[in-house]
């Protein structure tokens, strides 16, 4: 595709002014700040993020080929590139499309949806009001689809939206609130998390409060067409946060609770669902056995849709088992289905969540080999959302392969469903049902045995990711359970990565189900080892929580080992999340119980923690102490690649202070280190830095040799953050060396990259950036090359703590 004949933020200026808008009223309709759109129309900011295009692109009420057109404007930005004469900038590319990402959560629709047609008319109209409603206008929820257990509103919900996917071109969003699973329910916090995540967010730009994160998600969704589905809601209180300000998005509902607290707050509609009609039912045991069985034993075909109360959950496994029999006929399955009704009814007496359910439950459940309900009953036991199948060998104490045959069986039997490659979920009734069958049939020893074993996989799995993002760590404990006969391997960094974003949600609940189960020291131990996930990640509220019951857990068996990691862990999430004086106590705390402990290793990274704190306080002689003594440390105990982490930030220290001889001599030192030990990073980040001495010496020549040295680097080995602070602290040279276009393009290309990564630094630029203030004929605070506060901000543009041995910034 050919350049664009105008930049994205003159075409963005002619679309708005074409539309008679200021600044200001378009910022209000799309969600943003006055300030973005003029930094976007005048070009400081070249990269929005996709969904700020789309956000503008609905408050301008563009066409979709207008859409396309404004998305196509957005320049890209290529990552490798040569010294472009002596400014080191990125070198344009040709515009191509840009990126938008586009969130398509909703599950599988089920391929026998029957009736409900009164339902969908419903909701049809209720998307017709919400498609003619004000751009300022509510949101539009939809509440129950409400209905017992098994009613199938799950499987409305999502066939509807199936349906209507194409009213909503900015995507849509689902989720499962696990409202009546057996464990925890879905913490809204969590599902803001992954739905800003889905959009596009990038994880730096999260805040770590509910409430900042619900009034970010209502930002980024106004004027977006977006469709989200809240399914299996427990309370009100679990979806209020959810729910977007703009009537441009449209929202359903589905719990077995009415929900009237909330129906009164935001003028819900209700849409309750009650079970088949006669008609509607008889039609779904057809349409599974197929019409010309049916058509052979229509009277066994009604029988069995009463004996299933004509609920569609109780349908659907009652006519697989008659698939699965395909040389029995209906009348005999439904005695036996009755003559399992007789037996249950000595059991069930009272009325509960399975009166009506259970009798095909068990039916289906009683026909398994026992192999395959043994299974069964341990999925019960599993406390996370779903599994995958190394975790379900691993707690049927089975290789892989053979308990992938046991999970086939259980999807045959419609007893499990299929949640992605090699992952399996329950309906939450089966869920229930399973675990109930397992306190039935295994003593308590055996059901804990069995989450042991869980636990142990997971702990085990978590190490061994632990190793491959986090090399220079080594901190995994997996002392707390022997290693499981068929433990997790994983190629390299991507598959280690990846394997802890699919299990995230399993990890949480692994941890907590470690503490219910007597195994404290797994707990904190499966915490521990996830710090690099976290880290890389940003997942502050897995990252708390997990910690903090893995602390509570340590306290509770006064394991003095375990505190010090879950502080010094719990200290560096409230440090990347800007909570300082907590994070300085939680510091000092677990170094105490280092030195408790003697662990010299954990000593020294509470240390370099502190330092790298001080260093974003710019209390630098602080730093200096803790970066002094860390140093000490590392070096005694021979740890080349912490010892480097915690000399760099001696040397930041220095240069805070104005100490460029030292920190010179100290940057050269961490060089030497890192190219002995191939620390390819740190050796680009020291480079850099070692620009910097060189520029508060006023040695210009050198100064640039190092940086475009270390901008090479950066390139070479694809680290964009670092190659960022290159081009930034570029930008301070050709400002002292008075070439300001030069310092200008220098910032730009930092800027983007800045905010291609959601880094908050991006601010500081775009300050830099702005016209200088004139005050009595002094130039303003931003030009004042000569006094080093500029050069004091970018003493701060570094990496954040090392926690247990974080990422280094070296």
Request: net charge negative; proline share 5%; charged share 25%.
């Amino acid at each position: 595709m050919g350049v664009p004949l105008e930049s994205f933020g003159a075409l963005l200026r002619r679309l708005r002014e074409h539309r008679s808008l200021t600044q200001e009223q378009l910022a209000q309709r799309a969600g943003v700040s006055a300030k973005a759109v003029s930094a976007l129309e005048r070009g400081e900011r070249r990269h929005p993020y996709p969904y700020t295009v789309r956000a503008l692109a609905h408050a301008l009420g563009l066409s979709d080929d207008e859409r396309v057109n404004l998305a196509a404007h957005v320049p890209r930005r290529v990552r490798q590139g040569s010294r472009d004469n002596d400014s080191g900038h990125v070198a344009s590319a040709p515009a191509e499309p840009a990126v938008v990402v586009v969130p398509r959560q909703l599950p599988s629709p089920v391929r026998d949806f029957t009736g409900r047609a009164a339902e969908l008319v419903a909701l049809d109209a209720l998307l017709g009001q919400a498609a003619g409603a004000a751009p300022t206008g509510r949101a539009v929820v939809i509440s129950a689809i409400s209905g017992t257990a098994g009613v199938g509103k799950t499987t409305l919900a999502v066939m509807w939206a199936h349906r209507v996917r194409s009213s909503f071109p900015d995507g849509q969003l689902y989720v499962n609130l696990r409202g009546y699973d057996p464990g925890p329910p879905a913490a809204p916090g969590e599902v803001l998390d992954g739905f800003l995540r889905a959009l596009d967010v990038p994880a730096a730009k999260i805040p770590p409060s509910l409430d900042d994160r619900a009034a970010q998600f209502r930002s980024v969704v106004t004027g977006l067409r977006l469709l989200i589905v809240l399914d299996n809601a427990g309370s009100a209180e679990q979806i209020r946060p959810l729910l977007p300000g703009s009537s441009s998005c449209m929202v359903v509902v589905t719990s077995r609770d009415k929900l009237t607290g909330l129906a009164v707050s935001v003028g819900m509609h209700r849409i309750a669902i009650d079970r088949l009609p006669d008609e509607d039912a008889v039609t779904l045991v057809r349409t599974i056995v197929g019409g010309h069985r049916a058509d052979a034993e229509p009277e066994a075909v009604a029988h069995l849709a009463r004996l299933c109360d004509r609920l569609p959950l109780a349908i659907q496994i009652a006519a697989q088992r008659a698939i699965a029999h395909p040389h029995v006929t209906l009348a005999e399955l439904a005695t036996e289905l009755v003559d399992d009704v007789q037996r249950l009814e000595v059991f069930s007496g009272g009325a509960d969540q399975f009166t009506a359910i259970r009798p095909v439950f068990s039916w289906s459940y009683q026909s398994l080999p026992e192999a395959v309900a043994g299974m069964f009953r341990l999925l019960g036991l599993n406390p996370g959302p779903d599994v995958g199948t190394p975790a379900a060998a691993a707690m049927a104490g089975l290789a892989p392969r053979a308990a992938r045959r046991l999970l086939d069986g259980l999807v045959e039997a419609h007893l499990v469903e299929s949640a992605g490659l090699d992952r399996f979920r329950l309906h939450d009734l089966l869920r229930a049902y399973a675990r109930e069958r397992a306190e039935a049939t295994h003593t308590e020893t055996d059901r804990r045995a069995a989450v042991h074993r869980l636990v142990g996989w997971y702990l085990h799995a978590s190490a061994a990711a632990d190793d491959l993002l986090h090399p220079g760590r080594r901190r995994a404990v997996v002392d707390a359970v022997t290693a499981p006969e068929h433990a997790a391997a994983f190629a390299d960094y991507d598959a280690a990565l990846g394997w802890c974003e699919t299990e995230q949600a399993n990890l949480v609940a692994v941890a907590r189900a470690a503490v219910e189960t007597g195994l404290g020291a797994a707990a904190w131990q499966l915490a521990n080892n996830l710090w690099s996930f976290f880290y890389l990640g940003k997942h502050w509220t897995d990252w708390v929580a997990t910690h903090e019951v893995g602390l509570a857990a340590a306290v509770d068996l006064a394991d003095v080992r375990g505190q010090a990691r879950m502080l010094n862990g719990l200290a560096t999430a409230y440090a990347g999340m800007c909570r300082y004086t907590e994070c300085l106590d939680l510091f000092r705390a677990a170094r105490g119980l280092f030195r408790a402990v003697g662990d010299r290793w954990g000593v020294g990274s509470c240390l370099t923690n502190l330092a790298d704190v001080y260093l974003g306080l710019r209390e630098y002689t602080d730093a200096v102490e803790y970066a002094e003594q860390a140093v000490e440390i590392f070096r005694e105990i021979g740890n080349q690649y912490i010892e480097g982490i915690a000399m760099g930030n001696l040397g930041e220290a220095y240069l805070g202070l104005g100490a460029y001889d030292d920190a010179l001599t100290q940057f050269h030192r961490v060089l030497d280190l890192c190219r002995d030990i191939s620390h390819r990073h740190g050796e680009a980040v020291t480079l850099i830095h070692l620009g910097e001495a060189h520029l508060g010496l006023g040695a210009y020549g050198e100064a640039l040799d190092r940086l475009f040295e270390g901008l090479d680097l950066t390139r070479e080995i694809r680290d964009r953050h670092t190659e960022a602070l290159a081009l930034s602290t570029l930008g301070l040279v050709y400002q002292d060396t008075g070439q300001p276009e030069l310092a200008r393009r220098s910032r730009l290309a930092a800027l983007g990259i800045y905010d291609d990564l959601g880094d908050p630094r991006a601010q500081a630029l775009r300050d830099q950036l702005s016209p200088p203030k004139v005050m009595n004929g002094n130039r303003g605070v931003a030009d004042a090359g000569g006094d080093g506060a500029e050069r004091g901000r970018l003493a701060d543009q570094r990496g954040e703590a090392v926690g247990e041995g974080g990422p280094p910034r070296r």
